[in-house]
């Protein structure tokens, strides 16, 4: 009888082991491993440590973060997206097999909406954004899935027409900072708080501060390093098109919903309540002007005071490039720090070749908002974080990892301020 026993509960864990191996998604392993590091993700299930969030930059503004285990994206624009690896070390095939559960996006123009709709429709995550960049999602699903694709053989570029879930977090058309929406879908890990601030504007000089040099190049040896490859996106020219290619673009753009800007915050519910906020691009909130809509100081204001009031930020993911670096340098985010005085500052807005930067011209930015902290400084008080400067393309899913446990994270202010915002 013992021996029998023996010989079934051999069995059993013998068909346990079969299901979790049959279980097991390699293609998920392989893309989790390669983003957020071999030893980050567990070899036979592709779980992420749930002890630990982790940030995996993928060009521009656009990070795969794992928040204790649960894996989303913030923005999917990828900056020289190719049919193999290249200077950009993965393929949109491995964004897909991450598996996020949702895409937060900051605003709705290319170079940071294109590929969302694509990848919801290959994974279901469902998209958080302005209602008017819903709109354009749901138009390039429309687009995506009529495409004749005659270089792939007639194949459907999504599995069907089905609208992707996408979720508006404020109304359509609203003032920047006047409504504040709750996301539930990481509770009880995390309580998330988005709402509208304002996308980058040129504005005129700001005499109140020191004239600056605007000068920021790319290495001329970058092109000869990097080599391009060929590009997922297929030319214009159908003659020129390739196996592979396939259009996963936005048509955003130029619609309302691109320069709609969304602000995120995110609150974890253990340890210390570490918190993260991003945000894709930096407004000229003093003078509160944007491309879309001009509202005035008291507005700008408006939002410098949420940005106060939310509880106490511990690392700001921000945007290190604006259309009004040209006029004004990184006073804007500059002064976005000054409200939200993070701990930790990374940037993004790096390498999409918009408002004058380019891969490569990481470092020469750096060097532009040192001495916006320094020339700012010498007008008024200013709040300097420690800063983890990311350079192209070396920092490309370089994880990044932080643990909530650590005491650095304490701050008796936060409990107020968590009770305000995410009870």
């Known amino acids: 009888m013992k021996h029998k026993q023996l010989l079934l ?8 082991a079969i299901s979790l191996s049959a279980a097991a998604d ?108 819903c709109d354009a999602m749901q138009a390039d699903v429309v687009r995506m899935f009529n495409d004749p694709n005659a270089i792939n053989g007639g194949a459907k570029i999504i599995p069907d027409g089905d609208p992707v879930n996408c979720i508006p977090i404020v109304s359509r058309g609203s003032t920047p900072g006047t409504e504040i929406t709750r996301l539930n879908f990481l509770e009880p890990l995390a309580c998330i708080v988005g709402f509208k601030h304002m996308h980058s504007n040129a504005v005129p000089p700001d005499p109140s501060y020191p004239p600056f040099t605007f000068i920021v190049t790319a290495d001329p040896r970058d092109t000869q390093m990097y080599p391009r ?38 609150v974890l519910r253990s340890g210390y309540n570490f918190t993260f906020v991003w945000h894709n691009s930096t407004g000229a909130l003093k003078e509160g002007l944007a491309p879309d809509g001009a509202w005035g100081p008291a507005v700008g204001q408006n939002v410098f005071n949420l940005f106060a009031g939310l509880p106490p930020t511990d690392v700001e993911l921000g945007s290190a490039s604006s259309a009004n670096t040209a006029n004004n340098g990184h006073r804007d985010i500059v002064l976005y720090q000054l409200y939200l005085q993070p701990k930790v500052f990374i940037p993004g807005h790096l390498t999409t070749g918009t408002n004058g930067v380019a891969e490569s011209s990481t470092q020469e ?38 643990t909530p446990g650590d005491p650095r994270w304490s701050n008796p202010a936060k409990a107020a301020r968590i009770a305000q915002f995410c009870s």
């Open 26 to 133: 390699p293609a998920l392993i392989a893309a989790r491993q390669k983003v957020f590091g071999i030893e980050n993700v567990d070899a036979n299930t592709g779980a992420v440590k749930k002890d630990k969030v982790i940030f995996s930059w993928l060009t521009n503004t656009t990070y795969a973060v794992s928040v204790l285990g649960r894996v989303i994206m913030l923005d999917s624009y990828v900056t020289r997206l190719e049919l193999t690896p290249g200077r950009t070390p993965f393929v949109i095939q491995d964004m897909v097999n991450l598996k996020p559960e949702a895409i937060l996006l900051g605003h709705g123009h290319f170079d940071h909406a294109d590929n969302a709709a694509y990848i919801a429709k290959w994974t279901n995550a469902p998209i958080y954004a302005s209602p008017e960049t």
């Open 9 to 16: 509960v051999l069995f059993a864990i013998a068909m346990c």
């Open 365 to 402: 930015l750096f060097f532009m908002y040192r001495s916006a902290l320094a020339n700012m400084g010498t007008v008024q008080p200013i709040y300097t974080p420690e800063i983890r400067w990311l350079v192209d393309p070396t920092d490309y899913i370089r994880p990044i990892v932080f």
């Open 229 to 266: 490859g060929t590009s997922l996106t297929p030319p214009t020219n159908p003659a020129n098109r390739v196996p592979g290619q396939i259009n996963t673009a936005t048509s955003g753009s130029g619609g309302p919903g691109g320069p709609i800007a969304m602000f995120y915050d995110f």
